[in-house]
Every structure is written in C-alpha cells, then in structure tokens.
C-alpha cells in the first residue's frame, strides 16, 4: 500500500490481495453492530460502509474497474433515531 497527498486529497495505491483485505477488515468492523451502534462508535453510515466494503470486494475481483462512493458522515435521526423511553412510575 502507499498513500500520497496530493490536490487536498489522500491517494491510496493497493494491489487487489490488499484491497480484498481491506474490504474483509471494513466488513468485519460493523459485522455484529446494530445501525445506531455502528453510528455511535464511527460517525458513519453503516449501510454506506456496507456498500464500499462490497464494492472493494467486487473490485479486488475484477468485477469493477471503476468504483466511486462518497463515505458520508451519518445524520443522527436517522441512523440512530430517538426511541420512545418507558417511564417508571413512582409511588
């Protein structure tokens, strides 16, 4: 891998095998957390890290030849809306 800045942008350089790799590391990092969760901890989208991780799979693959995805932060009410609180009552 080699990353360079240029034009305000990072440019990541991988071959396919690290590109697979880091596609399984980005899928395994939100296997097992709920859409709120995923939000709490990374401040992203889960669904948008979903689609890069298949995208960089399909890629490393030999599926794509071209893949562009913006990685968004997530809006709050909507990846993780409020819920209704049950309230105790007291006597």
């Known amino acids: ?29 939100a296997a097992g957390l709920s859409r709120a969760e995923f939000f709490i901890r990374v401040g992203c989208s889960l669904p948008n890290i979903e689609a890069l991780a298949k995208g960089l799979e399909s890629f490393s693959k030999g599926r794509l030849t071209d893949l562009e995805l913006a990685i968004v932060a997530g809006v709050e009410r909507e990846e993780n809306p409020p819920r209704l609180r049950s309230t105790a009552e007291t006597d």
């Not at 891998?1 to 697979?20: F, H, I, N, P």
């Open 1 to 29: 891998m080699r990353a360079e800045y240029r034009d305000e942008k990072v440019l990541l350089t991988l071959d396919r095998e690290e590109v697979g790799r880091l596609s399984a590391l980005l899928a395994e990092s």
